[in-house]
Antibody
Framework: QVQLVQSGAEVKRPGSSLKVSCKAS????????ITWVRQAPGKGLEWMGG????????TYAQKFQGRVTIVADESTNTGYMELSNLRSEDTAVYYC?????????????WGQGTLVTVSS | QSVLTQPPSVSAAPGQKVTISCSGS????????VSWYQQLPGTAPTLLIY???KRPSGIPDRFSGSKSGTSATLAITGLQTGDEADYYC?????????????FGGGTKLTVL
């Protein structure tokens, strides 16, 4: 059974960059389509982007275009999300999840989440 | 502001049935599958329903999903106190080559 384990909590300064990792285990991967979703304190889920299943290409939510980079290293079964030019509004829990089917919101399983605090 | 609209909260007594709606448009729910997620307090979301009405293995048949036009519904029967959680719908918006994922704003379920 696939499990996703994310890197630990981080505190970042405004203007800096963030890189969160997401390592998969317990399965066989011919590809690693991964998506990233964040959740600000007390708020709902917000999709950031991901590696599209089958196509293997990244796609990003318009809100994060130019500021986010999502990659997957199939050799180590690890995905990464990098977010630049951080601001206080980026304080959130960041989740990775395996993206099952293109043109869908079918994500399973999810990582445990990584709390990121952006503060001066 | 979410493009998929859910009621902020619903409530029902143990053993009863509750439904949670998710309203969208032709570009998302109308032409694409819907997924539903359960988020228990302090935990990551977990998949409840995919492809609008299918349940992953391990999800009890008390949970069911359906769609009509541009709206989807999650139904939970035989409510248990352990069902208290936030529930989110999600759907692809756009066509295969150009689109994005949308989530609803979430619905907090209280089991009275």
């Amino acid at each position: 059974q696939v499990q996703l384990v994310q890197s630990g909590a981080e505190v970042k300064r405004p203007g800096s960059s963030l890189k969160v990792s997401c390592k998969a285990s317990g399965g066989t991967f011919s590809s690693f389509p991964i998506t990233w979703v964040r959740q600000a304190p007390g708020k709902g889920l917000e999709w950031m982007g991901g590696i599209i299943p089958v196509f293997g290409t990244p796609t990003y939510a318009q809100k994060f275009q130019g500021r986010v980079t999502i990659v997957a290293d199939e050799s180590t079964n690890t995905g990464y999300m990098e977010l630049s030019n951080l601001r206080s509004e980026d304080t959130a829990v960041y989740y990775c999840a395996r993206w099952i089917a293109a043109a869908s919101a079918w994500f399973d399983p999810w990582g445990q989440g990584t709390l990121v605090t952006v503060s001066s | 502001q979410s493009v998929l609209t859910q009621p902020p909260s619903v409530s029902a007594a143990p053993g009863q049935k509750v439904t949670i709606s998710c309203s969208g448009s032709i570009s998302n729910i109308g032409n694409n599958y819907v997924s539903w997620y359960q988020q228990l307090p302090g935990t990551a979301p977990t998949l409840l329903i995919y492809d609008t009405s299918k349940r992953p293995s391990g999800i009890p048949d008390r949970f069911s999903g359906s769609k009509s036009g541009t709206s989807a519904t999650l139904a939970i029967t035989g409510l248990q106190t352990g069902d208290e959680a936030d529930y989110y719908c999600g759907s692809w918006d756009g066509d295969l080559s150009a689109g994005h994922v949308l989530f609803g704003g979430g619905t907090k379920l209280t089991v009275l």
